[in-house]
Every structure is written in structure tokens, then in C-alpha cells.
């Protein structure tokens, strides 16, 4: 992603070592980044830092993250919650999402599939914060709905568009059909599962990806944007 000057982000986690890699991580990518080691602390910061997305880690002492998640959702406007949990619990993320959490991320993770959620929140929740997303040879112009593939404009249909989006925002992690449907199609779509392929055999056409180089089938496992 471009540098983003002006977003915040806000970190909050009880191990230090993570909080110091994410933070020099993020700081990297251009973003003003604020931490915290406590779910007390982690609600005064946010109060007076004012943060566009905010990282919780569940477990943290004084006030856990969901208990954190349900302040936030309940005081501040329009920010984006995404929870890290250490296991990957159903009950867990359900729960997440139940008290308004926009997403999730199981430990251990990559630097990068976070930095991928990031971005996704933001041009979900604040897409007038940004301009011109480029991802290796994709353009993504969310204003102007509008996606670029090597400097020529693809003729999209309004749900290709949110589809390749998601692909690409997300590039490099792959993403399940259940995944893919419940993000772009919504979670109360009551159709086949097979529209996903229908969907993503279309995409190859307009990007002249005979050989699914650029959106790969991993078998029984989902699809993946890689940048070529």
C-alpha cells in the first residue's frame, strides 16, 4: 500500500515484543501508530488518540478484548475493530463479531495478512481517506469504482468489481468460498456456492489469465491473488 499519512491505528496486546513488531512494522507502512498493553489503557488511548482501526488482542489483562471491543463499538464513530486471537475458536470469533468486531485474525500470524485486514477495513469504513491503492500490477480506485490491471482499465460488473477488490486487497492469503461469499455477496445470500466459480472464471477472462497465474485454485481450499 502507499504511504498513508493521517490514519491511525491502535494497538493493543499484553506482550511487548509483538506490540514493538507490529508497531515498527506499521509505522513502516506509513501509518501514526499508538499501543497499549492493557485493555484499560487500551480505552483511554483510544478516547484521546482516536484511532481509525483498532487491534485487540483477546486475552489482555484488566479488561479483556471483547470487553474493550464493546466500549469502543458503543462510544467511538465509525471505527474498525479487528480481534487476534490465539486459537482458532469458532465460539471465539463469533462472539467477536456478535459485539460489532469487523474482523479477526488467528495467532500466529503474518505481518502481512494483517497489514491486508488493515487495508480492507479501511476501504470498507473510510474510503475517503484514501486515494489510489496499488498492489504490485493492480490499481484499485474505490471512489470511482474503478480497478486497473497493468495501466488498462477492466470492464467490471458492480459485483466483479467487489469481488476482484477483495481478492486483491487480501492478495497472497487464501480465501474460501464461504469467505468469498459471505464479504461480497453478504452473509444472507441463499444461492449456490458455485456463483464464486462462475465469478472467478469471468475475472480470468478479463484479466487474460489462461494459465491462473494471477488468481490461483488451491483445491478444496479457496483462491488467491498473487501479484505478478
Request: a negative charge; one cysteine or more; glycine letters at 6%.
Amino acid at each position: 500500500m502507499n504511504p498513508i499519512h493521517g490514519v491511525k491505528i491502535m494497538l493493543a496486546d499484553d506482550e511487548p515484543h509483538i506490540l514493538q513488531f507490529l508497531e515498527l512494522g506499521l509505522i513502516n507502512e506509513g501509518y501514526e501508530v499508538r499501543t497499549a498493553e492493557n485493555g484499560s489503557e487500551a480505552l483511554d488511548l483510544a478516547r484521546e488518540f482516536r484511532p481509525h482501526v483498532a487491534v485487540l488482542d483477546v486475552m489482555m489483562p484488566e479488561m479483556n478484548g471483547f470487553e474493550v471491543c464493546q466500549s469502543l463499538k458503543e462510544t467511538e464513530d465509525n471505527i474498525a475493530v479487528i480481534m487476534l486471537t490465539a486459537k482458532d475458536d469458532v465460539d471465539d470469533r463469533v462472539k467477536g463479531l456478535k459485539i460489532g468486531a469487523d474482523d479477526y485474525v488467528v495467532k500466529p500470524f503474518s505481518f502481512n495478512e494483517l497489514l491486508a485486514r488493515i487495508e480492507a477495513r479501511l476501504r470498507n469504513q473510510f474510503p475517503d481517506l484514501l486515494g489510489e491503492v496499488i498492489h504490485g500490477p493492480f490499481q484499485v480506485d474505490d471512489r470511482r469504482k474503478e480497478i486497473r490491471y497493468r495501466s488498462q482499465v477492466l470492464e467490471l460488473s458492480p459485483t466483479e468489481y467487489e469481488l476482484l477488490k477483495f481478492l486483491v486487497l487480501n492478495h497472497g492469503i487464501v480465501l474460501s468460498k464461504s469467505r468469498i461469499l459471505d464479504r461480497v455477496w453478504g452473509y444472507d445470500f441463499g444461492g449456490e456456492d458455485n456463483i464464486v466459480e462462475v465469478y472467478i472464471r469471468s475475472l480470468r477472462e478479463k484479466l487474460k489469465d489462461k494459465e491462473h497465474r494471477v488468481i490461483r485454485t488451491l483445491r478444496g481450499v479457496g483462491y488467491r491473488v498473487d501479484l505478478l
